[in-house]
C-alpha cells in the first residue's frame, strides 16, 4: 500500500467515525428521554405534536422517539428490556403487560399516583387494567370494547338487514348466510370466521357466565364449551356464512391482511378504536355494532378495557422525568388534543369532556359506540396469566384444523384444552 | 450444450438466427414470469390503497401519486434521510467485507499454516448458528460498548470479517485461480502480502464484484439488524422506514410501501449495473495463459 | 512437547504470514461471535424468560425437544421438504439461466439485470401482499390457468400447497447463485476450449470435460451456501404467513418456530437449544457434503 492510500484511508476513516460517533453524545446535559410505540402515519403525527408542546414547555428535556409497526416493535422492545436499555416511556399492550411487569421491566407507579400522576378521574375499573399483582405498572391512554365493524353499503345492496345490538348469535349466522347468496360483490362473504380469536371467544363465554381464565389463572371453560363454539362455527361455515378454511387462511395476523381489507368478507371481528383503520381499506361506510349475543335478553358480554398503556421502564436514569412526561401526555390539555382519540376513547373524564365538542366523524362514532353499550358491558374479567399468548396460538390453531377439516371439533377441543393446560402448567 | 464464449469472439448463436431468436423467446418469456411481479408493484405503487386490495389489474383504475408524496415525507424524517442512512451502511459495509474477508479467505484458500482446518470448520459452523438465539448477548455487547443507536454495530463486524458466506465465496475461487500464477510470483521473491496484492486481487475481479454486489444487497435489504440496533427514526434505513409505514394492530399507508420499495429498488439496480462488467472479467479474458 | 526448538519456530515462521492475514477475522471471532454463541450454548440448558436471570434446568430442554415437542418435528418436516425441493430448483434455474447468459448474446446485461430484479427485491414487506394477488384462489396464477380448464386452489393459504409457494419464492429470487455461477464460468480460461475445438471435441464433450469439473467449486459452494440458508430459513415464510407459520403449521420453518419460541412466548432458553440442535443438524449435512467434496470437486492444484 502506497503512503498517499493509507492517508487518504486514515482520513476517510477519521471522518466517518466523526459521523458515526457524533450521536449519543452530544445532549449529555440535559434530561434525554427516550420514548416509544407502535403505530402508523397519523399516530406518529400527533405524538410528534404533543411531544413538540412538551419540549416547549420543558426547557433542557429533549426526548428521543422510536416508533415502528406492531409487529416489529415487540422484538425490539423485548431485546432493549433485556439489554436493560428499555425506552423511558412506552407503549404497552394488555397481551404483554403481566408479561413484563411481573419480571421487572416496568416501573411501579404507585408512589406517583396523586402526586406528579394525576389518574384521579379516571375509571377506577380501567385503571385496575393497568395493574400486575396489585401494583399499577400502566395507565390506559385509551378505552375500546369490541365490536364488529361491517360495511354497511354492501348490506344494504344485499337487501339484508345488517346485524344490531339485539341480533343473536342464531339470526347473525342466518342473517350473514343470507348476504353471501344475495350479494352482488363477487366473493364476498357475510362475515369473516370470527372462530379462531380469542376476544370473540372471550364474549361468548361470558353471556355463558363463563370466563377465559379463573381468578387463579386457571381455564374457566372446558372441553365441552369448546366443541360447542367450534361446532357453531362449522355449521355457518357449511351454510355458507363464513368461508371455508383455505379462504379464510388467506386473512391471518393483523388488520390489513384480513378479509374485510381483501373485500372477501363484509363483517370483521375488531375493536372498536380499530374503526379508523377498517374504514381506510373501503370507500362505503362502515359502522361498529357489538357482538352478537346467545339470547336477545341475554348479557352483552362485553366490557370496557384499556385500548392500551403507557408504562415506565424500571431502569429509567430519569423516572421523575418519564413520569412526568406520562402525566403530560395522559392530562395536559394541548398534549391531549393533540393525541384525540387516535389511541382510543381517553381515559380521563375530564378530557374525554374536554375533546367531545371538537371530535370529528370517527371519533364521535367510535366514543358513542362505547356510551352506548350501556348493559351490555359488564365487569372487567380476571388478568391474563403468563402464558396466554402461547394458548391464543394454540386455539387458532385449533380452530384452523376444524376449519380444514382436518379435526373435529369434539377432538381439536379436547386436544386444545390439554395443550392450554400444559401451558399454565409450565408458565 | 452450452459454453462460456468471451464477449470479444463472435457466439455461435449470432451466427444462427434461428437458434438466436428460440433463446431470445425463451428469455423474454422468463424475463416476464420474472417481472410480473414487479410490475404489478410499481402498478400499485400508483393505486389507492382500496384498490391495491381488491385488483390483481396492471393498470391502476385511479391514478395516484400519494403513495410516493405521502410516503417520501410522511414520516417525522423523510425518506432520503433512510436512503442516506442506508448508503452509508452498505457502502461502508462493501469496503469492510472487501478487505476483511479477501484476508482471511488468502490464507484459507492459499497458505499452509497449522490449525487450517479445524479453524476452517469453525468458520462453517459461525453460519450455522439461527441468529436471533445471540441476538440478545450480542445486543448486550454493543450496548456495554456504547455503540447501540449508532451504525458501528452494523458496520464494525464487516470489517472483522464476521460474514463467513464471503469468505467461503472468495475461498472458493481463489482456488481455482492456477497455482503456476502463485509459484511464478514467488519465484519472482514477493512475499505473501505481494502475492494476495498483485497476482491473487487482480485475477479474482469477478468474486470481489459478487461480493461486493452481495453484501450492498444484503445490507440494504436486512431490516432485523437495523430494527435492533437503530432505535432513533432518524437512524433508520430504508428497509425499516418501509416497515414503519405498516401497522397490523391500525392504519397502514400500503401505497406509501409499494412506492417507496420501487423507488428502494433504484439504488440496487444502479450499483448492479454498475458492478455487473466487473463480473465478465476474468482469467478467460484477462489472456492469461497457463 | 515433542518438537525440537527448530522445528517450532520454523513452523512459526510458516504460519506467521497466515495469522496476519487472519487477524481481522480472528478478531471478529473472538470479539464479536464466540461471546454471543458460547452464551446462547449456556442460555440452552437454562430456562430463561429474557428479562430474569437464566436458572439451570440441565439438559430438560433437549429433553422436550426429543421427547414432547410436537412443533419440533413440525417445524423440521417443513424445514426438510423445503431444504429438498427449494435448493435445487434454485440451483438448476440458477445454472441454467447463467449457461445461457454466458453465450455472449445480444442484450446480455439487461437480461442480466432483469433476472437479478427479484432478487434486489429481497424479503420486503411488499413480498407479503405480492405474494397473496399471485397466488390466492382468485389471484394471478390461476387467472392463468383457467384458460386451460384448470381449477387451481388458494396455493398460498391451503395446506397442502402452501409450503410450495414459498419454494416458487425462493426459486424466484435465484439471482445470488445465478451471478456466482457466472463469474465461475468467467474464470474457466478460454484456451482450455480452444484446444479442445482443435481435437475436434463437441459441445456436449467440452460440457461434460472441461465445463463441469471447471465449475464444481463454485458448484458445491453454492450448494452447501443455499442449504444452509434454506435450513435456516425465516423471512419469507415469516413476511408471507405474518409470523403465523400458518395455515396448519405448513409454513412454520424450524427458524420462524425459534423466533416464536424466544421473542413471542419468552422461552429464550428453549429457543436456544432449538437453535443448537439445528447446527447440530445443518452440521452433519455439511460434513457428508464436504466428505463427498473429494470425489467430485476439482481444485486447481
Known amino acids: 500500500m502506497t503512503r498517499m492510500d493509507r492517508r487518504t484511508l486514515l482520513v476517510g476513516g477519521a471522518a466517518t467515525a466523526a459521523y458515526l460517533g457524533l450521536s449519543g453524545f452530544s445532549r449529555a446535559e440535559d434530561t434525554l428521554m427516550r420514548m416509544a410505540w ?27 422517539t422510536e416508533y415502528l409497526g406492531w409487529d416489529d416493535y415487540w422484538p425490539r422492545i423485548a431485546t432493549q428490556s433485556a439489554g436493560g436499555n428499555a425506552p423511558d416511556v412506552l407503549q404497552m399492550d394488555i397481551e404483554y403487560l403481566a408479561e413484563y411487569a411481573s419480571r421487572g421491566v416496568l416501573l411501579d407507579l404507585d408512589s406517583y399516583v396523586g402526586s406528579a400522576l394525576s389518574v384521579g378521574d379516571f375509571d377506577p375499573a380501567v385503571l385496575d387494567n393497568g395493574k400486575v399483582g396489585g401494583k399499577l405498572y400502566a395507565v390506559a391512554n385509551g378505552v375500546n370494547a369490541v365490536a364488529i365493524a361491517y360495511n354497511s353499503v354492501a348490506y344494504e345492496e344485499a337487501g339484508v338487514a345488517p346485524p344490531d345490538a339485539s341480533t343473536t348469535w342464531e339470526q347473525f349466522a342466518q342473517l350473514t348466510a343470507e348476504f353471501s347468496r344475495k350479494t352482488k360483490r363477487q366473493g364476498m362473504f357475510g362475515t369473516a370466521d370470527g372462530s379462531a380469536a380469542q376476544p370473540v371467544l372471550e364474549t361468548w363465554l361470558r ?12 381455564l374457566a371453560y ?6 360447542e363454539w367450534f361446532q357453531m362455527w362449522a355449521d355457518m361455515r357449511a351454510a355458507g356464512s363464513i368461508p371455508p378454511g383455505d379462504i379464510e387462511a388467506l386473512g391471518q395476523g393483523s388488520i390489513d391482511n384480513s378479509l374485510f381489507a381483501q373485500s372477501r368478507a363484509a363483517v370483521a371481528w375488531a375493536n372498536s378504536n380499530e374503526y379508523v383503520a377498517y374504514q381506510s381499506f373501503t370507500p362505503d361506510p362502515v359502522r361498529l355494532s357489538p357482538y352478537p349475543r346467545v339470547g336477545a335478553d341475554g348479557k352483552g358480554g362485553l366490557y370496557v378495557k384499556p385500548s392500551q398503556f403507557f408504562a415506565v421502564s424500571a431502569r429509567s436514569r430519569n423516572p421523575e422525568a418519564a413520569v412526568v412526561l406520562l402525566n403530560f401526555l395522559l392530562t395536559d390539555p394541548a398534549a391531549t388534543t393533540a393525541l384525540g382519540s387516535e389511541r382510543g376513547i381517553p381515559a380521563s373524564a375530564a378530557v374525554r369532556q374536554r375533546l367531545s365538542p371538537s371530535m370529528d366523524e370517527a371519533d364521535k362514532l367510535m366514543s358513542d359506540y362505547i356510551s352506548g353499550l350501556g348493559e351490555l358491558a359488564g365487569a372487567l374479567p380476571p388478568p391474563q396469566p403468563p402464558g396466554n399468548g402461547e394458548i391464543t396460538d394454540a386455539f387458532s390453531s385449533a380452530s384452523q384444523e376444524v376449519s380444514f377439516g382436518a379435526k373435529s371439533p369434539a377432538d381439536a377441543a379436547a386436544d386444545y384444552i390439554a395443550r392450554a393446560e400444559a401451558v399454565l402448567t409450565r408458565a | 450444450m452450452l459454453e462460456p464464449t468471451s464477449p470479444e469472439r463472435p457466439a455461435r448463436a449470432t451466427r444462427r438466427p ?11 418469456a422468463t424475463s416476464f414470469a ?21 385488483s390483481t389489474s396492471l393498470i391502476p383504475q385511479q391514478f395516484t401519486l400519494d403513495g410516493y408524496v405521502s410516503g417520501w415525507s410522511g414520516l417525522s424524517v423523510d425518506f432520503g434521510r433512510f436512503f442516506l442512512n442506508s448508503l452509508t451502511i452498505s457502502l461502508l459495509s462493501i469496503a469492510g467485507n472487501l478487505i476483511a474477508c479477501s484476508l482471511a479467505a488468502f490464507a484459507f484458500a492459499r497458505l499452509q499454516f497449522p490449525g487450517r482446518k479445524p479453524l476452517f470448520a469453525i468458520l462453517l459452523l459461525t453460519m450455522m448458528l439461527p441468529y436471533h438465539v445471540t441476538l440478545i448477548p450480542q445486543y448486550v455487547m454493543f450496548f456495554n460498548l456504547g455503540w447501540v443507536n449508532t451504525l458501528l454495530p452494523l458496520i464494525v463486524p464487516k470489517f472483522l470479517a464476521v460474514d463467513a458466506f464471503f469468505i467461503f465465496m472468495m475461498v472458493q475461487f481463489f482456488r481455482g485461480i492456477p497455482h503456476e500464477i502463485q509459484e511464478a510470483a514467488i519465484i519472482d521473491g514477493c512475499n505473501p502480502l505481494q502475492v494476495y496484492w498483485y497476482a491473487i486481487l487482480p485475477l479474482s475481479t469477478p468474486v470481489l464484484a459478487t461480493a461486493a454486489i452481495f453484501t450492498f444487497i444484503f445490507t440494504w435489504d436486512d431490516f432485523f439488524g437495523p430494527l435492533i440496533y437503530l432505535s432513533d427514526v432518524r437512524k433508520y434505513t430504508v428497509s425499516l422506514g418501509l416497515r414503519t409505514f405498516v401497522d397490523g394492530t391500525g392504519i397502514s399507508n400500503w401505497g406509501a410501501v409499494f412506492a417507496m420499495s420501487c423507488l428502494a429498488l433504484v439504488p440496487v439496480l444502479l450499483l448492479f449495473l454498475f458492478f455487473q462488467r466487473f463480473l465478465i472479467q476474468g482469467i478467460a479474458t484477462t489472456g492469461i495463459k497457463r | 512437547m515433542p518438537s525440537s526448538p527448530r522445528r517450532t519456530s520454523q513452523t512459526l515462521r510458516k504460519a506467521a504470514p497466515a495469522y496476519l492475514f487472519l487477524t481481522p477475522w480472528l478478531l471478529g471471532l473472538l470479539g464479536l461471535t464466540m461471546g454471543p454463541t458460547l452464551i446462547s450454548l449456556y442460555l440452552s440448558f437454562t430456562s430463561f424468560d429474557l428479562f430474569q436471570a437464566p436458572q439451570w434446568i440441565g439438559a430438560d430442554n433437549y429433553l422436550r425437544i426429543a421427547t414432547a415437542d410436537p412443533n419440533f418435528m413440525a417445524s423440521m418436516r417443513v424445514t426438510f421438504m423445503f431444504v429438498v425441493t427449494a435448493v435445487p ?11 445461457i447468459l454466458n453465450r455472449g448474446i445480444s442484450g446480455l446485461p439487461v437480461y442480466r439485470a432483469i433476472f437479478y430484479l427479484p432478487s434486489l427485491l429481497g424479503s420486503s414487506i411488499a413480498v407479503a401482499i405480492l405474494w397473496r394477488q399471485l397466488f390466492a384462489g382468485d389471484g394471478v396464477v390461476n387467472g392463468l390457468l383457467a384458460p386451460f380448464g384448470i381449477q387451481g386452489p388458494s396455493w398460498i393459504s391451503d395446506p397442502r400447497y ?15 447463485p445465478m451471478v456466482i455461477f457466472l463469474a465461475g464460468l468467467r474464470q474457466i480460461p478460454t484456451d482450455l476450449y480452444e484446444a479442445a475445438s482443435i481435437d475436434g471435441a463437441t459441445r456436449l464433450r467440452k460440457f461434460v470435460s472441461i465445463t463441469l469439473p471447471l465449475l464444481t467449486p463454485v458448484i458445491f459452494f453454492n450448494f452447501i451456501v443455499a442449504m444452509i440458508d434454506a435450513f435456516q430459513s425465516f423471512t419469507p415464510a415469516f413476511v408471507v404467513s405474518r409470523g403465523t407459520g400458518g395455515p396448519l403449521n405448513s409454513t412454520l420453518f424450524y427458524a420462524l418456530y425459534i423466533y416464536r419460541e424466544a421473542f413471542g412466548f419468552f422461552h429464550m432458553g428453549y429457543a436456544s437449544a432449538l437453535a443448537w440442535v439445528l447446527l447440530v443438524i445443518i452440521a452433519i449435512f455439511t460434513a457428508i457434503a464436504f466428505l463427498t467434496s473429494r470425489f467430485w470437486v476439482y481444485y486447481d492444484a
Do not use: N
Not at chain 3, 89 to 99: Q, S, V
Open chain 1, 38 to 64: 407502535w403505530g402508523g402515519q397519523s399516530r406518529a403525527e400527533r405524538t410528534l405534536q404533543a411531544l413538540a408542546i412538551y419540549a416547549q414547555q420543558h426547557p433542557g428535556h429533549t426526548v428521543d
Open chain 1, 207 to 218: 353471556q355463558r357466565g363463563k370466563e377465559l381464565y379463573t381468578p387463579q389463572g386457571k
Open chain 1, 222 to 227: 372446558d372441553a365441552g364449551d369448546i366443541t
Open chain 2, 18 to 28: 434461428l437458434a438466436s431468436l428460440i433463446v431470445h423467446a425463451l428469455l423474454i
Open chain 2, 34 to 54: 420474472m417481472l410480473y411481479p414487479l410490475l404489478w408493484m410499481l402498478a400499485a405503487s400508483f393505486k389507492p390503497q382500496e384498490e391495491i386490495f381488491s
Open chain 3, 89 to 99: 430448483l434454485k440451483l438448476c434455474f440458477a445454472l441454467a439461466l447463467a449457461m
Open chain 3, 162 to 176: 402452501s409450503l410450495w409457494s414459498l419454494v416458487l419464492l425462493s426459486a424466484w429470487q435465484f439471482g445470488s
